[in-house]
């Protein structure tokens, strides 16, 4: 497996999950259980945070990208999974939406600072940026909570996709998630979500042709995607 499709798989999983957060309520009570959850989620967000803090400047947007890239990886390669916490399910409830709470927090910041230095006639390519800065900018907008900014991208991004500026497989996911928050069926089979305890697919749309339109954008067979985001298994 390519570099290029190490990291595209690892963004499909974590853009995957990401749908999957929970909406706060207003003002959780955690119990000691899911409070001691929380507290170990934030030891490991927080050292990335801790640590990149502790650096000096970034040299420019491109670094400092990458550092907002790496803290926000960090923050959800952390979140817990529900096996061996004996939470009961309001208890998992109330510590997801502490944490995604705090998660949201900081994809609002990276929205506003990478609307700051997005490219004024369109959106980030290839050939001037390289695939590590565009594969970070896409990460940023496939986590933003600002929908109307996703569809923006989105339309930068297609005519860039044919003319091979922009990766076919980033498009799709965010192209799927776009319609997923919009209440449509998906395209791609890309995004995931919890029910009932497991974890399944959004519908898809004219799911018969999903291998055929994910491969025109460089994604594999479905039925080995589903292995990946663990479809079926506890969430």
Request: hydrophobic content about 45%; some cysteine.
């Amino acid at each position: 497996m390519s570099g290029r499709h190490r990291v595209s798989a690892l963004a499909a999983v974590l853009a995957a999950f990401a749908v999957c957060a929970f909406t706060p309520p207003s003002a959780p009570v955690l119990t000691p259980a899911a409070q001691k959850v929380v507290d170990a989620w934030r030891d490991k967000y927080r050292s990335a945070v801790d640590r990149i803090a502790k650096l000096p400047p970034p040299a420019g947007p491109r670094e400092d990208l990458g550092r907002r890239v790496e803290v926000e990886q960090a923050g959800r390669e952390a979140l817990p999974q529900p096996d061996g916490l004996g939470l009961s399910a309001e208890e998992w409830r109330a510590a997801n939406a502490v944490i995604w709470s705090e998660l949201g927090a900081a994809d609002a910041d990276n929205t506003a600072f990478l609307k700051s230095i997005m490219p004024t006639d369109g959106w980030f390519t290839i050939s001037q940026y390289g695939e590590p800065f565009i594969r970070g900018a896409w990460l940023i907008v496939q986590h933003s909570p600002d929908l109307a900014f996703q569809r923006r991208v989105l339309q930068l991004m297609e005519p860039l996709v044919v003319r091979k500026e922009a990766y076919g497989d980033d498009y799709a996911l965010l192209y799927d998630r776009v319609a997923v928050d919009e209440g449509r069926a998906q395209t791609y089979g890309s995004q995931a979500y919890c029910s009932k305890g497991k974890w399944v697919l959004r519908p898809i749309a004219d799911e018969a042709h999903v291998d055929a339109r994910r491969r025109e954008v460089g994604l594999g067979p479905l039925v080995d995607y589903e292995k990946l985001l663990g479809v079926g298994n506890a969430c």
